[in-house]
């Protein structure tokens, strides 16, 4: 039976230490069994680091704000492979969140001015099913692949209020934002890929631009 403190704990084991570099001897020593702990990035120490935060913090911005031409998408997957999920994917949605905040302080008055002018209205059933839950609509609008836009131009002429307008786009934009920084973790998409999609999505936009609707008669 072995007596209580005659040795060292279960989870550890004796073992040799390599020979000293000044004694050549060897000493018994204490190695623990458990697996050493992960190490992470610390920001303090990792000056690359902050520049590309900053860089997707901006560019989350700008893919996001007013009309948003180009993709988020290329950008979000590639990034997703290097910062990593939760990094890309809350920097991101800090990103989009600030330029709600833009849109929602500087297009508000834009969009009343030109409903005025035109006297135009969302469609009935859009807007009924808004006005029963902007909430819902706003946040699966910013997380599955429909245009955002229309229903924030509906959540601004309808005067929805700011806090709910950015917690609603915030719930919506984090799930897709870590789906994307997933894909790029686990499948490493070659970058010719993601240029190629970043082209193939901005061609849309830019249609838009070059080439707006004219309005029925």
Same mark, same amino acid.
């Given at each position: ?20 570099? $000044? ?73 989009? $969140? ?15 001015? $030109? ?71 686990? $499948? ?30």
């Amino acid at each position: 039976m072995r007596e209580t403190g005659s040795g060292p704990p279960p989870f550890y084991r004796v073992g040799p230490t390599p020979p000293s570099r $000044v004694t050549g001897s060897q000493n018994p020593f204490l190695v623990s069994r458990f697996p050493p702990p992960a190490s992470g990035p610390d920001l303090a120490y990792a000056p690359p680091m902050i520049p590309a935060l900053l860089a997707l913090f901006a560019y989350a911005f700008v893919s996001n704000v007013a009309l948003a031409i180009v993709p988020h998408e290329p950008v979000v997957i590639w990034y997703g492979a290097r910062l990593g999920i939760w990094v890309t994917a809350v920097v991101a949605t800090a990103g989009t $969140v600030a330029a709600a905040w833009v849109d929602h302080r500087l297009f508000v008055p834009l969009l009343e001015r $030109v409903a005025a002018k035109r006297g135009g209205a969302a469609p009935r059933g859009v807007a009924r099913l808004f006005a029963r839950s902007p909430f819902a609509i706003l946040a699966l609008s910013g997380l599955t692949p429909l245009p955002f836009f229309p229903f924030k131009a509906l959540a601004f002429r309808t005067h929805y209020p700011l806090g709910a307008y950015l917690a609603a786009v915030a719930v919506g934009r984090l799930p897709r934002y870590l789906l994307l920084a997933w894909l790029g973790l686990a $499948v490493h998409v070659p970058a010719w890929l993601l240029a190629s999609l970043f082209i193939l999505l901005l061609i849309p936009s830019l249609g838009g631009l070059l080439w707006p609707r004219r309005p029925a008669n």
